[in-house]
């Protein structure tokens, strides 16, 4: 079987090149809509990529006419005869994948276990390449949300046949961390750009927001040569101010205390010198949304500020989206996760990344200030899902 991919400015264009190399016997195994050239990532022009096969075994004189078109049901890899187009006879590409039984058969089984992920939590062994179970497994063990999961399977199954059936583990393996990386790279990675005066840090209890915020603090100061200064609103956790207070002494920046909107206004005036102010809020029930309403009672929120929301990734998957949906009310620039040196799943990263559509700022890796946190890459979140050499 040989398999040719084509790119066009449409369908039409592209049946008349496929007519043109692979003859009359050909069919479409795939196709889709993509976007090429552009200046900047604006006027970009939209294509249609084509993935077309011919048994160079079989000619047009040994396949009989079939009387009756054979109607698709929705499969993944869209299989049918090169047709419809004004420019070309329909009658003369009439054939159908149906007259490949081997390739038929192998495209049949790929569409209905491929359909069938969604419907799956645990583990499952299907009838695809070997190389694309692997990954699949992958990325169950590391509860990726089976939407992304059956994005990745498609193209990962339509590059498979593409390239000849015949690639290496290896090879499929970094397919997946591609496609992965193409999943999240349009979004903000890295550490705080310092354009903006203020970076707030929110979240639940027990994520580790102080820690964070001094290990953000201490980062700035040494690296950046910047003078910062710390806000709390903390008053309601016993020996949160303390526990600032002593990273405030180690840093040797002044720290000021807020329990109410006046308070804050009062401390960034005595601040007002700093280059950066991070402000640190108190930790509480995710669940009670008069907390998030309480925080905006205290932080002034219309003033240039950058807000990370912090959260561990020892949390379930639901309680993270329910974190992210209660502190939504907050403009939220970025994830901060934490923890991540307590746990050996790490795909709510992507999820939440993918739903919530935001990036990620840092990822922390223990207690240590200021060693424990490095600033986020697309690539260093993806690598640990799926590692490859």
Not at 86 to 102: G, N, T
Not at 142 to 161: C, F, G, H, S
Request: aromatic share 8%.
């Amino acid at each position: 079987m040989k398999i040719q991919k084509y790119i066009a400015r449409d369908m039409p264009e592209a049946m008349k090149r496929i007519r043109a190399e692979l003859g009359n016997d050909a069919v479409i195994l795939h196709s889709k809509v993509i976007y090429k050239g552009g200046f900047l990532g604006l006027f970009k022009k939209r294509n249609i990529e084509v993935l077309a096969a011919i048994d160079p075994s079989l000619s047009e004189t040994s396949i009989p006419q079939q009387p009756k078109k054979r109607e698709v049901r929705n499969p993944v890899l869209i299989k049918q005869p090169i047709t419809n187009t004004k420019s070309i006879d329909e009658a003369s590409m009439s054939k159908r994948v149906s007259d490949f039984p081997d390739i038929a058969k192998q495209l049949d089984e790929i569409n209905q276990n491929v359909q069938a992920f969604g419907d799956k939590s645990n583990n499952v062994s299907f009838s695809i390449p070997t190389p694309i179970t692997k990954v699949v497994n992958q990325l169950d063990k590391q509860e990726i949300d089976p939407t992304i999961k059956n994005r990745m399977v498609k193209e990962l199954v339509a590059k498979w046949y593409a390239a000849g059936e015949n690639v290496a583990e290896s090879d499929v393996f970094k397919w997946a961390q591609q496609l992965l990386l193409a999943e999240i790279s349009s979004y903000s990675f890295g550490e705080v750009s310092l354009a903006k005066k203020y970076i707030n840090v929110i979240g639940p209890t027990g994520v580790g927001k102080t820690t964070t915020l001094a290990k953000i603090a201490a980062n700035i100061i040494l690296k950046k040569q910047k003078t910062v200064g710390f806000i709390t609103t903390d008053t309601y956790r016993i020996g949160a101010i303390e526990q600032l207070k002593t990273y405030a002494n180690i840093l040797d920046v002044p720290l000021e205390v807020c329990y109410s909107m006046e308070d804050f206004e009062q401390a960034t005036k005595k601040l007002e010198s700093c280059d950066v102010i991070l402000i640190d809020t108190a930790g509480r029930n995710f669940r009670n949304k008069k907390y998030v309403e309480d925080l905006m009672q205290v932080v002034d929120y219309k003033r240039e500020m950058e807000t990370l929301l912090v959260l561990s990734l020892t949390a379930k998957q639901r309680d993270l989206e329910e974190i992210y949906q209660q502190f939504s009310a907050i403009e939220i620039d970025s994830f901060v996760f934490t923890k991540l040196d307590e746990t050996s799943s790490y795909g709510a990263m992507i999820n939440l990344i993918v739903s919530c559509q935001k990036g990620v700022a840092y990822i922390t890796t223990g207690q240590n200030v200021p060693d424990d946190i490095v600033p986020a890459t697309p690539l260093k979140l993806v690598n640990k899902i799926i590692e490859v050499d």
